[in-house]
């Protein structure tokens, strides 16, 4: 990308240099998060910078924020807060607590259904995000019915980040798990409500990755790896 | 509505899990404090005190009011802790002041006022008819855990920093001078108070310093040591949890005398380089 261009809430967005390139103007203009339409126009509804795919006609804007609002597919990390008749209500760190049913969970039945208890980290996706409801989660996929690495998660340490942080470390790319990856065994799962759940064999290591992980926020590749050989260094 | 969530049950175990060996969450040693950070101005009066994750702005503001009527001559000085959502979502903005909010403004009086750091006398400009009222106003931006050792950090740092206008006194008529006119002079300040806080854990009760938010959540007792540079308790706090033997106490107040020599090392380095 050569300019990148940042946006605050209220700012209208020309979108009609892409409608132009599709030739046609029935072209479908694709709005992520952080854009709304009023009327005619398009604006900015939160502050990032505005990206867009020249193709797609797909505009969104990426931001950092600390709290999170659920959307649909994402994978998050949650705390069961409360239990009643149906199901479980977990907190996702976002305005209102989800609903994760009882039975959302791979190979659960009616009589066979796992037991939560208050306190419980839960790893699931988001099913039902909108305005008007609570969200509502799931511990495995209903197409297929498996877990799909989804569920309860015992043992280990969860920690807190920056959404922005969670996004990052979610994509693969992260270099801060990669340069940890090949010196200490270690098993994750990564929330982008800004939760991420650590596992190692030992607590002095498990402290020692949520450190390296928490540090790696506004680091660069090679900046993650140094930071990572010096930490391990230290041990 | 205050909903405080609580932390879940795996953070719980491993902290406790690892505080057995002698490991804290965030890596820091049990008797170490957070990076403290303390960046005064651009106005007299305003600090803005980073401990750790935790970020406080302290404001002092002054005005002429009326004394009470049996302290003629002791101005007035009051503190107000505002505990806002940005702090953290549990928090509620608005309305009347909650117990946690009471608790930090009484504990800073205690600390400071009452352990007559802050001069009030001297804040008498005509007795019985006008002294200066001194509000310290503690906005909480961010809780990363042990409010209260950083927001004594705030508040004496801010009014150590803090100048109020000059006053001329011929006879029964009080000039205030403007700050334009004549240079503000500092309030009298006796001392500096610095609070202090250990977490304590388990049931053997282990010590740890300076608790951060999850350890805040798990301990089962706090105990905050104030003490100013002269090496003098100006208070003691503990509200409830396990019983403490006089031993631990004693070697609460002295890695306390370490922590406060730093501490002071750091107030008086940022209200130098202002």
């Not at chain 1, 599709?22 to 398009?42: N, S």
């Not at chain 1, 409500?193 to 607590?203: A, D, F, K, L, Q």
């Not at chain 2, 019983?243 to 750091?266: G, H, M, S, T, Y």
Request: proline content about 4%; some cysteine; overall charge negative.
């Amino acid at each position: 990308m050569t300019d990148v261009r940042v946006v605050v809430p209220g700012d209208i967005i020309d979108t009609s240099i892409s409608a132009e390139d599709g030739g046609e103007e029935t072209t479908v203009l694709r709005l992520g998060p952080g854009l709304a339409q009023a009327g005619e126009e398009i604006s900015a509804s939160a502050a990032g910078v505005l990206h867009n795919k020249e193709e797609t006609h797909q505009w969104w804007v990426v931001s950092n924020r600390r709290r999170y609002v659920a959307a649909e597919g994402e994978p998050v990390v949650g705390v069961v807060v409360g239990r009643h008749g149906e199901g479980y209500r977990v907190d996702i760190g976002s305005a209102q607590d989800a609903l994760l049913p009882l039975l959302a969970f791979e190979g659960a039945t009616r009589r066979n259904k796992p037991n939560l208890t208050i306190g419980a980290v839960v790893y699931a996706r988001v099913v039902v995000a909108n305005s008007v409801m609570d969200p509502e989660i799931e511990c495995y996929n209903s197409n297929t019915g498996k877990s799909e690495g989804y569920g309860e998660l015992t043992g280990g340490f969860m920690f807190k980040c920056s959404l922005g942080l969670a996004r990052h470390l979610i994509s693969a790319k992260a270099p801060v798990l990669n340069a940890l990856g090949t010196q200490i065994p270690f098993e994750t799962a990564v929330g982008v409500n800004g939760r991420v759940w650590i596992n190692t064999e030992s607590p002095e290591t498990t402290v020692l990755v949520v450190n390296a992980i928490k540090n790696s926020e506004y680091l660069t590749a090679k900046q993650c790896r140094q930071m990572v050989k010096e930490l391990l260094d230290k041990q | 509505m205050v909903v405080e969530i609580e932390p879940s049950k795996i953070e719980t175990a491993f902290l406790l899990e690892s505080l057995e060996k002698g490991i804290r969450v965030d890596g820091r040693g049990i008797y170490d404090y957070r990076t403290l950070q303390i960046s005064c101005g651009p106005t007299h009066g305003l600090v803005e005190v980073q401990l750790g994750q935790t970020r406080i702005l302290a404001r002092v503001s002054c005005e002429v009011t009326r004394p009470f009527l049996d302290r003629p001559t002791e101005g007035i000085v009051q503190f107000n802790a505002e505990l806002s959502s940005m702090a953290a979502p549990g928090f509620d903005s608005g309305g009347k002041s909650s117990p946690q909010e009471v608790a930090i403004a009484r504990m800073l009086e205690r600390v400071i006022r009452q352990s007559r750091a802050i001069d009030t006398e001297a804040l008498c400009i005509i007795a019985g008819e006008k002294v200066w009222g001194v509000r310290i106003d503690i906005h909480f931006l961010d809780h990363g855990g042990n409010l209260v050792d950083a927001a004594s950090i705030a508040a004496i740092a801010a009014l150590k920093h803090f100048r109020r206008p000059d006053v001329t006194i011929d006879g029964e008529v009080a000039v205030i001078h403007d700050v334009k006119e004549r240079n503000p002079v500092p309030l009298s300040i006796h001392h500096t108070p610095i609070c202090v806080t250990f977490g304590f854990f388990g049931p053997g009760g282990l010590a740890v310093v300076d608790t951060n938010l999850l350890e805040e959540q798990t301990q089962v007792s706090s105990f905050t040591i104030t003490l100013n540079s002269h090496r003098e308790i100006c208070a003691l706090n503990k509200a409830g949890g396990i019983p403490l033997e006089p031993k631990q106490i004693q070697r609460c107040i002295q890695i306390a005398l370490a922590k406060v020599d730093e501490i002071n090392e750091k107030i008086q380095d940022a209200l130098n380089a202002n």
